[in-house]
């Protein structure tokens, strides 16, 4: 780990699993709320996908604040994050697809925020089962300004489990 204290770490892991739970009802709120997107099929399949992926975030998060709670042992639910890491792969494929097609015939609010959520969640998938795309930290920016992009925790989590 890194200099922080295994209170310091808790409460950060916490508040990510909190605040990914968070954002799906609040970004449901705000864009099909506020904003007013109809909720369409394209719509509802780019949210889907972006909502599952923050679910799989938090899961993880909480998985690891379980990790880091009982040193040594492996990170819960690893088989099922290394399953979700292949599995979600067609089921982006699919949903990228589908909504990109949903724009291409009908163009407009009731397709593009599909096709933009969609486009999010491949993001998350990256962020969370590859490469780091998040860096909110001092020392994450540190890293990222003298390093470049590193392998996503979960990745490596995937990495060293054996």
Known sequence: MNHRSRAWIQRRLRSLA???LLNIPLQAALWFGK????????????????????????????AKLRRVATPGNSLPGARTFATLRVLNVPLLIAGVLFTLRTVCVDPGSSSWPGLVFALFAVLEYINYFHTQLMYDTREDLRHLRNHGLRRAHLARDLDSRG
Do not use: C
């Open 18 to 20: 909190f605040l990914e």
């Open 35 to 62: 904003v007013g997107f109809p909720i369409t099929p394209a719509n509802a399949v780019g949210f889907a996908l972006f909502a599952l992926l923050l679910l799989q975030g938090a899961a993880y998060w909480l």
